[in-house]
């Protein structure tokens, strides 16, 4: 252990240092052994392990020198050609190059995009309860943040124009919405088009730009896909948002954006790495390249959506009444609302000890609230684990409500 460091040391950090605090260092190794419905990991067992090492072969082979070089800044000149192919095939999102920027996974380009648009101060507007990386940066860059709810059918509209209204008139323009439209993290839900549009509409009447998180796009189980804003967008005020990491892995740390040029080329002045990762991207190119990831997300689509049965039929099965749960098309993740006079406060220790990993429902909100709902991942875990992972939490339910 190094030797403690004078108390002064401490006045050596920067105020946005201090907003952010202090890590609380993470391992998925820590998750072995455990019933874990909390993180939104992919599933370990369908990772396309010998599918990557061929990727990463004929990478090397076909451009060794380039994959092990530093990288162009705005991404790997051949996954950008990939990424349009597949935005346009699965996305219905066409794009020129100027408007793509590949980004270290979607949390580091929402970082990006909120660093470029926000001074502390600022006041920005976020669909709530919403994913909590979003919650972390935007509290670690010292903004504002107005919530606004989502109910079954997305962001709810009158609430934000109420919101937008407010602070337009007493001089405050929003810097930007933040908005999760397909398979909502945490509470599952996907946005009507109808909201979509009025989002748009009200975006472009009062000329706020709208982050679109997307992360869960291409894993819908059921229903037809809708269209992204950025596809009903024709202003330039939508900044679009993706990663690899739940389609492919996690550990590639691989994502993009698309956006208006004036957009990409402020967003990446803000990175400085010598390129994101070259060498992964070359690998994820003929991944794409190949046709593997069109086959691979279908593989995923039956094991999630098997999983997303596994998870709803258990809650159906041992969930005393009272509670209730939303009932996701796609993405990771089941909001399971507990009945009255039950906090999550009370049940979580008690999982934990039982080895039972949940979110609570705190962790998604910006100032309090949420500590009578769970977030529930269906996405790590296997059906028999979901099976005694929700069978513990409607125990513990149970529970506190006879103390
Ligand atoms: C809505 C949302 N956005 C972004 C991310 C981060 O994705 P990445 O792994 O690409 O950083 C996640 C991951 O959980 C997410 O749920």
């Known amino acids: 252990m190094p030797a403690p460091l004078p108390p002064e040391i401490e006045n050596l950090f920067s105020q946005r240092s201090n907003r952010h605090g202090q890590a609380a260092f993470t391992n998925p190794r820590g998750l072995e052994g455990r019933i874990a419905l909390s993180a939104g990991y992919p599933d370990p067992s369908s990772m396309p392990r010998s599918d990557m090492a061929e990727a990463m072969r004929v990478a090397l082979e076909k451009d060794g020198e380039l994959a092990l070089q530093y990288g162009a800044n705005r991404g790997f000149d051949r996954l950008l050609e990939e990424l349009q192919t597949k935005l346009k095939r699965d996305q219905g999102i066409e794009c020129t190059e100027e408007e793509l920027l590949i980004v270290s996974g979607a949390g580091q380009g929402l970082g990006i995009i909120a660093d470029a648009l926000c001074d502390p101060g600022d006041v920005v507007i976020s669909e709530e309860p919403t994913w909590m990386g979003a919650v972390r940066h935007f509290r670690g860059i010292g903004v504002d943040v107005e919530p606004v709810r989502v109910d079954d059918q997305g962001t709810n509209i009158e609430e934000l124009e109420a919101t937008i209204n407010r602070l337009v008139q007493g001089g405050r323009r929003p810097k930007?919405?933040?908005?999760?439209?397909?398979?909502?993290?945490?509470?599952?839900?996907?946005?009507?088009?109808?909201?979509?549009?009025?989002?748009?509409?009200?975006?472009?009447?009062?000329?706020?730009?709208?982050?679109?998180?997307?992360?869960?796009?291409?894993?819908?189980?059921?229903?037809?896909?809708?269209?992204?804003?950025?596809?009903?967008?024709?202003?330039?005020?939508?900044?679009?948002?993706?990663?690899?990491?739940?389609?492919?892995?996690?550990?590639?740390?691989?994502?993009?954006?698309?956006?208006?040029?004036?957009f990409i080329s402020a967003f990446a002045a803000l990175k400085q790495e010598g390129g994101t990762s070259p060498f992964v991207s070359a690998a994820v190119t003929e991944f794409c390249a190949s046709g593997t990831l069109t086959e691979h997300i279908g593989e995923l689509r039956k094991v999630y959506g098997g999983r997303r049965d596994a998870m709803v039929r258990a809650l159906e099965a041992h969930m005393p009444a009272g509670v209730s749960w939303t009932d996701p098309d796609g993405g990771f993740f089941v909001w399971v609302t507990?009945?009255?006079?039950?906090?999550?406060?009370?049940?979580?220790?008690?999982?934990?000890?039982?080895?039972?990993?949940?979110?609570?429902?705190?962790?998604f909100y910006f100032h309090g609230g949420g500590d009578n709902a769970v977030r529930l991942s269906f996405s790590f875990a296997n059906e028999e684990q979901i099976d005694a992972g929700v069978k513990a939490l409607a125990e513990a339910i149970r529970t506190a409500q006879s103390s």
């Open 176 to 262: 930007f919405i933040y908005m999760i439209p397909n398979f909502q993290n945490p509470i599952g839900v996907t946005a009507t088009v109808e909201r979509r549009q009025a989002l748009i509409d009200l975006a472009k009447e009062n000329l706020i730009p709208i982050i679109e998180d997307d992360a869960y796009s291409d894993l819908r189980y059921r229903g037809e896909r809708l269209p992204t804003l950025y596809e009903l967008d024709d202003s330039g005020l939508v900044i679009y948002l993706s990663t690899f990491s739940k389609i492919i892995g996690a550990g590639l740390r691989l994502g993009w954006i698309v956006a208006h040029p004036r």
């Open 338 to 363: 507990l009945p009255d006079g039950v906090k999550i406060g009370d049940i979580h220790p008690a999982l934990k000890d039982q080895g039972v990993d949940v979110s609570p429902g705190t962790q």
